[in-house]
């Protein structure tokens, strides 16, 4: 799924880890992990909290999702 690429992307961009992604969304290293290599649908409250820590929009972890 693409939204699982951009979520690693802006990540990376960021300069986070995945323990330190999860820690700051008040979320498991390994939920990030998990989202990240496609094994599972995030919820929307779920993108929207991680965006927030991220300092992007939900519709940019969004794009090209049909």
Same mark, same amino acid.
């Given at each position: 799924?693409?939204? *699982? $690429? /951009?979520?690693? $992307?802006? #990540?990376?961009?960021?300069? /986070?880890?995945?323990?330190? *992604? @999860? %820690?700051?969304? !008040?979320? !498991?290293?390994?939920? =990030?992990?998990?989202?990240? $290599?496609? @094994? @599972? %649908?995030? #919820? /929307? @409250?779920? =993108?929207?909290?991680?965006?927030?820590? *991220? %300092? &992007?929009?939900?519709?940019?972890?969004?794009?090209? &999702?049909?």
């Amino acid at each position: 799924m693409q939204t *699982l $690429r /951009l979520l690693q $992307r802006a #990540r990376k961009a960021r300069g /986070l880890t995945q323990e330190a *992604l @999860g %820690d700051a969304g !008040h979320m !498991h290293r390994t939920e =990030i992990s998990l989202l990240e $290599r496609a @094994g @599972g %649908d995030p #919820r /929307l @409250g779920t =993108i929207v909290r991680l965006a927030r820590v *991220l %300092d &992007v929009t939900p519709a940019s972890l969004l794009e090209g &999702v049909e």
